[in-house]
């Protein structure tokens, strides 16, 4: 009898350890596909998702660098709009306009050329007035001092082309050109 029980126990044990095998097949082969089934697609989406996340991040950051950049040339844009509104909306003054051009010419007149406003071609609410400015000069180069001076005078000013340019004496320059000067149009009803 002591041999039928060692081999009574060595089945049990088989037994026992054959189906401790088939539970644990039957657990993989049951967990295995739900596992793929139901976790690696949310692990997927859950990789997707935070690719998208992080382009989405990627984006905003640039559009954002994007916007302030836009910002800051918008506020320059402004700043530089609004010296020229200041400049448009200016009075002019011949008698500080000769004043100043005095600095370089010399027995300069300044003559305005038209009676009524001239309404500008393409900008409704701006107008013009156009003055001659007969003037001698010594040297070329104040007359390029005077350009220069006219891009930041307190109104708008053009230098309209032709120049006539006449040799007075050995050393003088006679100078005869005409200059538009800008204004806003002044709206009626606003006194």
Known sequence: MAMKD??????????????SLFII???????????????????????FSVMTKERTEITLSQTRAEAQLQEANLAETRATNLQILNRLRAKFSTDLFHKEISKFFSNAEIKKLNEKPIKHKTLPNVEYDNYSIEAELKEPNNFYDFADFLKNYGNIIELSLPFQINADSAHLLKWDFIIRVYYAKEEQGAE
């Open 6 to 19: 060692k081999t009574t126990t060595k089945q049990n044990r088989f037994d026992s350890t054959k189906a």
């Open 25 to 47: 097949f039957a657990v993989i082969f049951i967990v295995a596909p739900m596992i793929y089934f139901v976790f690696v697609p949310d692990i997927r989406k859950l990789k």
